[in-house]
């Protein structure tokens, strides 16, 4: 069965049009142990389970709501999930898709690509360098100036990037979205 976040139906069902602001959020997991059975299974520090509930509070009273996920299937990147989802109240089961997990920027894009157009809101939570990479990719040099400025130089645990998407997901390319807003966790 093909999970939701990837069917695509006819542009022509999206209600919003082709031209509609779409919502995407670029997150990188957060602070993880050290050790682990294997790099894949590392699970979320202490500090890394508040930063990421922090992270959800922040989503929520930002209005941020998302319909899809695509979230590494890596033990700490599903953890970070689930303490974004309950602190923001969503519901949401995400797509775990393991090759997320070793991604560069195009591996994700094309995930991000394969989205329904009906999604208004869609999640995508994985590792650096690409998250971090796909964020500085995505941005179009008009959106919130600190926000870029801190994008620029780093993209620590836990980083969240908001940014707005005018067309469908689709057609999402470089210096195609607007950085509306960032938040970094204290780990």
């Not at 993880?32 to 520090?45: I, K, Y």
């Not at 941005?139 to 990037?161: K, Q």
Request: glycine letters at 8%; proline letters at 6%; a negative charge.
């Amino acid at each position: 069965m093909v999970p939701p976040a990837t069917v695509r139906p006819d542009a022509s069902d999206d209600p919003r049009g082709p031209s509609a602001t779409r919502t995407l959020v670029v997150m990188r997991h957060a602070k993880a142990e050290r050790q682990g059975a294997t790099d894949f299974e590392r699970t979320l520090s202490d500090r890394g389970h508040l930063d990421a509930a922090d992270a959800g509070a922040w989503l929520a009273a930002r209005g941020v709501a998302p319909q899809a996920a695509l979230v590494s299937a890596a033990r700490r990147t599903e953890q970070t999930w689930e303490a974004v989802a309950a602190a923001a109240g969503w519901s949401l089961e995400p797509e775990l898709d393991r090759a997320l997990y070793l991604a560069d920027e195009e591996v994700v894009l094309e995930a991000v690509r394969r989205v329904a157009p009906t999604v208004g809101t869609l999640v995508v939570l994985g590792h650096n360098p690409t998250m971090h990479a796909l964020a500085v990719w995505l941005d179009d040099g008009d959106g919130d100036p600190a926000a870029r400025a801190t994008i620029a130089s780093a993209y620590p645990t836990s980083a969240t990037c908001v940014l707005d998407v005018t067309g469908d997901w689709a057609d999402l390319a470089g210096g195609r979205a607007t950085v509306r807003a960032l938040h970094v966790g204290r780990g």
